[in-house]
């Protein structure tokens, strides 16, 4: 064995021993909540950017399509879940004296089916079967109109009827069929749906559409599809995907993530720095029982395990406490984050700002195992050099005043 029983129990002695004994306890304890608090606040930190990237990911997949192209339908193409063609537009909705604006989709009700943040939201006031009979929107746009289901808004579109007096703008009422929640701010805030024919009838796109959604088996793996585009398509359309929509925001992410984890890092390298400066005071008090134990016959290498060991000790130990810490965070994230916003008046998140409605956390094996072996191999790194300045101590000079 790499250590042996003896070695073990010196090595406890020495962190139970108070300081008064020359042990350094005050030292091993700082460093114990230090390592602790900082592996804690690293796991917590990439739950909460998993988290973040996770929902942001599924809130754009889930009420987006995934490729757009605006010459063909391409059903088809394999990997291809769904083509669905649509009618798009940017109007007014007017009700009970309030004004906003829309983005308003035209669109088949099966197609609309496939669009899971649509047609199973966070939350939702009426049933999605009712969609051919009216309007779907957003639950942001239905309290900017204060309107519920079955309340009647109308469309105001400024490219209406021309006249020999101009363009009069065209005014239509809808009944509201339906109120969903998708989970992203901007698309509850902005986002209507249409039958596709009716779409047609206002927007006066007769037997035309704007746009072809494409709806993949695979969002993640985009590339096959659109070689498969690029193959069969002519050269005057327009290719867009979410990654195009959103790719900026998401590389912003990425980076960002990347940041987070060095400064999480250095801190984490910080608080292992307190274990060298504990180790140091302890070969320093422990000076005349090295020179003992060296003249008992221990060698150089028992020496350098034992010291080795205590700071060991404390950084497994940190390293422990601070996984079941972020851990317990990651997973009870929700009640956490009521209690601060409720001990704090409220507004802690702002969802106009976030684009989602909740902080979130995802946990990832890989995530837990990187801040695990980087503490460890930052805890064990430190500890080697002190446990071998405490090895080479000659005993003669260890003893010379004893």
């Not at 942001?56 to 490729?67: C, K, P, R, S, W």
């Not at 901007?186 to 749906?193: C, K, N, P």
């Not at 150089?300 to 060991?309: A, D, N, P, T």
């Not at 079941?324 to 984050?337: K, R, S, T």
Request: aromatic share 10%; charged share 20%; hydrophobic share 45%.
């Amino acid at each position: 064995m790499p250590f042996s029983k003896y070695e073990f129990m010196i090595a406890w002695r020495y962190l139970r021993a108070k300081r008064a004994d020359g042990g350094v306890s005050v030292m091993t304890w700082i460093s114990l909540i230090g390592i602790t608090l900082a592996v804690f606040a690293l796991i917590a930190t990439m739950a909460v950017r998993s988290g973040f990237r996770a929902e942001l990911v599924d809130t754009i997949l889930g009420a987006n399509a995934h490729i757009t192209e605006v010459t063909q339908s391409v059903k088809a193409i394999d990997g291809v879940k769904r083509a669905a063609p649509l009618v798009k537009g940017q109007i007014m909705a007017n009700a009970n004296g309030e004004n906003t604006g829309i983005q308003v989709f035209g669109i088949h009700y099966e197609d609309l089916l496939d669009l899971e943040r649509i047609a199973n939201p966070e939350r939702q006031q009426g049933q999605i079967t009712d969609f051919p009979y009216g309007i779907s929107i957003g639950s942001g746009i239905a309290r900017a109109l204060n309107v519920s289901v079955g309340d009647s808004i109308k469309l105001i579109s400024p490219d209406g009827v021309k006249t020999a007096f101009g363009t009069s703008p065209r005014v239509k009422s809808f009944q509201v069929a339906y109120i969903f929640t998708a989970g992203r701010f901007d698309i509850d805030q902005t986002r209507a749906y249409l039958p596709f024919d009716q779409a047609q009838d206002y927007f006066d796109r007769d037997g035309v559409a704007d746009e072809i959604e494409v709806l993949l088996g695979d969002p993640e793996n985009l590339e096959p599809v659109i070689n498969g585009l690029n193959s069969i398509l002519p050269s005057n359309y327009q290719l867009w995907t979410w990654r195009d929509a959103s790719g900026n925001y998401l590389r912003a992410l990425t980076v960002e993530d990347n940041v987070m984890y060095i400064i999480m890092g250095i801190l984490v390298m910080i608080a292992t720095m307190n274990i060298v400066s504990g180790l140091i005071m302890l070969v320093k008090n422990k000076g005349r029982d090295i020179g003992i134990l060296r003249t008992m016959g221990l060698t150089q290498g028992s020496i350098l395990r034992v010291f080795f060991l205590c700071g060991a000790f404390t950084g497994v130990l940190g390293t422990a406490f601070g996984v079941i810490l972020g851990c317990l965070f990651a997973v009870y994230i929700d009640p956490i984050f009521s209690f601060i916003n409720y001990y704090s008046g409220g507004g802690v998140w702002d969802p106009s700002i976030r684009g989602i409605y909740a902080l979130p956390a995802e946990l990832h094996l890989r995530d837990v195992l990187s801040a695990v072996i980087f503490s460890l191999a930052l805890s064990f790194g430190v500890t080697y050099f002190p446990a071998r300045r405490a090895a080479r101590l000659n005993p003669v000079e260890a003893l010379r005043y004893e």
